[in-house]
């Protein structure tokens, strides 16, 4: 019998997949300062407005909990009756404490659903254990990641897509997609390229495409030179730009010219594409209007036009430097990007309106071709990833490494974290290091160096400690004496190493004191071998005894539609106190 596309929405994978959630949003929303566990023996209790929930916990530093999903329990206040375990029920149970008004409480519980939705499919599925994946391919480690960004609980929400489109276009489906083209009229749409001009830019990216694509113009008595080629994701056409710019297809300034011949994969974060044609090529990055985690995932036509001059910018600096040079950091450039000004939108739609944000593109250099033949990529995600067994694929890295934890764990964060306190300090370049957004090079468990990507949206010059070029100021901001080592604590230490570290402790393979010891002492030897830059360690403290806590839940629960402004999202941003920093000389000693 032919499996349909519920066939995975089975009890027992929803249960054990619930469980699971809710142990990952009772630890977050506890870190986020949102809920107050109260410890009763061994157990913590967290009391609702009908339920009490109940579990056992341990708490790390940057208060950090690792909650058993297997012993969570929720009973009824009133009789003490064991109820079934619900992530809805569980939601609107405390949606007080967690701030949720009329508006976001049912899109925050769609999110959830579809966020579940996912996870069940994986385990119904099956995944590779961590074992395999120590020695997977690329592609097989990124369609088998479960985490995403880690901070969020409701992290898959792809509100927009139906469960056909899922199984098309969803990561973990590993799916294979070919792209649609059109072509654009040339006065209303863009194509700007760091590596060459329009025709020649066009021949490179359209890679195996380009020959069919001139005969289908000739057949249409167009040429090359009369439009701009944009890939669209078969989603966006269908769904966004056939019906919303259906009066510009019929009257011939957008044209259709049908589906590529390239396999593409989504990766992570589902709008860009890995050619699996030709796996040296440009990842390709489209519009797609779902909402996710936070943001409708179009892309801007508005901010295509710097995208590569911007990743020039910061990849001469990153390229050039001699400490960044002796890591073998390296960034993945968007060289090419192009897209539509629609007349009617892009004159009545404010700035940042999704409605501006539907026919875009950019094209992101593979890591392929940078890499040696006995190195293997893979996403950062990957560190945090855990198999249906809950085995760490960290673990067994470090297994296959041949070298202890402590080691391997000074390795990559040589690798990892030594650049990026580097490009803040030296020249106020701040990244959005996530897992998602950094591909490790290994070479037998080992991370020799790394990979940074999503550079034309997610990168900063802070304080204008680097003279930017004047077009290209939207990437500078000034920040606080007290923001600004944040983009490291925050983004890195609290973001992504806190769970690295209670991953490690929890598997046993390195205790999570040894694990800060480490850290600290990595950054530590930076800071001296670059006493040029003493005034700025002292002022931007990264071992200061305390750090602000950032609560990125706390966004997505406020406005999951509109997580930041892109335009400010310093003063977007919310605070629950302080952290005790595990880095700090007092702590890591």
Same mark, same amino acid.
């Given at each position: ?34 809920? @107050? ?37 929720? +009973? ?18 405390? +949606? ?7 508006? =976001? ?11 579940? #939705?996912?996870? !069940? ?27 995403? @960004? ?29 792209? *649609? ?71 011939? +300034?957008? !044209? ?18 890995? #050619? ?22 179009? /892309? ?5 036009? &710097? ?11 990153? @390229? ?11 960034? &993945? ?11 009617? $939108? ?23 071709? $940078? ?25 067994? /890295? ?13 390795? $990559? ?6 650049? %990026?306190?580097?490009?803040? $300090? ?9 897992? *998602? #957004? !950094? ?52 983004? !890195? ?28 002492? =990595? &950054? ?8 040029? &830059? ?17 609560? %990125? #839940? ?28 595990? %880095? ?6």
């Amino acid at each position: 019998m032919e499996r349909t596309t519920i066939d995975h929405l089975r009890p027992e994978y929803w249960e054990a997949e619930t469980r699971r959630l809710l142990a990952k949003a009772i630890g977050e929303f506890s870190h986020e300062r949102l809920l @107050h566990p109260e410890l009763s023996g061994d157990t913590y209790v967290v009391v609702g407005r009908r339920y009490r929930w109940t579990f056992q916990a341990r708490r790390l530093p940057l208060d950090h909990w690792i909650v058993d999903g297997a012993s969570l329990e929720c +009973r009824d206040r009133e009789d003490g009756d064991e109820c079934e375990l619900s992530a809805a029920e569980f939601i609107v149970d405390l +949606r007080e404490a967690l701030g949720l008004n009329d508006v =976001v409480l049912p899109v925050y519980l769609e999110e959830l659903a579809s966020t579940l #939705n996912r996870a !069940v499919w994986q385990r119904a599925h099956g995944q590779p254990s961590a074992s395999e994946l120590a020695e997977g391919d690329f592609q097989t480690i990124e369609a088998a990641m479960t985490a995403g @960004h880690p901070c969020f609980v409701a992290g898959s929400g792809r509100l927009g897509m139906s469960i056909d489109d899922y199984a098309a276009y969803a990561p973990e489906t590993a799916a294979s997609v070919r792209l *649609e083209w059109v072509a654009l009229r040339r006065d209303e749409s863009l194509f700007v390229s760091t590596e060459g001009d329009t025709t020649t830019m066009a021949k490179e990216v359209t890679g195996p495409d380009w020959d069919w694509i001139c005969e289908r113009l000739d057949g249409l008595h167009l040429t090359v030179d009369d439009v701009h080629l944009i890939p669209v994701h078969p989603w966006q056409w269908r769904n966004k730009i056939a019906i919303a710019f259906a009066a510009e297809i019929a009257t011939g +300034r957008i !044209v259709h010219l049908g589906q590529g011949s390239c396999s593409y994969q989504a990766q992570q974060s589902i709008r860009t594409f890995f #050619n699996r044609t030709d796996p040296s090529q440009p990842y390709v990055k489209t519009a797609m209007s779902v909402l996710n985690m936070g943001f409708m995932r179009g /892309l801007s036509t508005d901010y295509m036009e &710097l995208t590569p001059r911007i990743n020039r910018f910061v990849a001469d600096i990153v @390229h050039t430097d001699p400490t960044l040079q002796e890591s073998g950091v390296r960034v &993945l450039r968007e060289h090419s990007a192009g897209g539509y000004w629609h007349p009617i $939108y892009t004159a009545c739609a404010p700035k940042g309106s999704p409605y501006r944000k539907f026919l875009a593109a950019l094209w992101r250099e593979s890591p392929i071709p $940078y890499l040696d033949d006995d190195e293997q990529p893979a996403t950062m995600a990957s560190l945090l990833h855990l198999d249906e067994q809950g085995r760490p694929l960290v673990s067994e /890295l470090v297994r296959r490494s041949g070298i202890s934890a402590r080691q391997w764990l000074r390795e $990559y964060t040589e690798a990892y974290l030594t650049p %990026l306190v580097h490009c803040l $300090y030296k020249y106020g370049l701040a990244f959005m290091p996530h897992g *998602e #957004n !950094v591909i490790l090079v290994l070479r037998n468990g080992r991370v020799r160096r790394v990979f940074l990507k999503d550079i034309g949206e997610e990168i900063t010059f802070l304080n204008g400690i680097t003279t930017v070029p004047e077009d290209l100021e939207r990437v500078t901001e000034q920040v606080s004496d007290a923001e600004f080592p944040l983009s490291i604590l925050t983004d !890195v230490v609290d973001c992504f190493l806190r769970f690295l570290a209670g991953i490690m402790d929890d598997d046993g393979i390195l205790p999570w004191s040894a694990f800060w010891e480490v850290v600290a002492d =990595v &950054l530590e030897r930076y800071q001296r071998r670059h006493p040029e &830059l003493n005034n700025r360690f002292a002022r931007w403290d990264l071992r200061a005894d305390t750090f602000r806590l950032s609560c %990125l #839940n706390r966004l997505q629960l406020r406005d999951n539609t509109s997580l930041v402004d892109l335009e400010n999202q310093s003063d977007s941003l919310v605070y629950a106190g302080d952290l005790d920093n595990p %880095l700090a000389a007092e702590h890591s000693e």
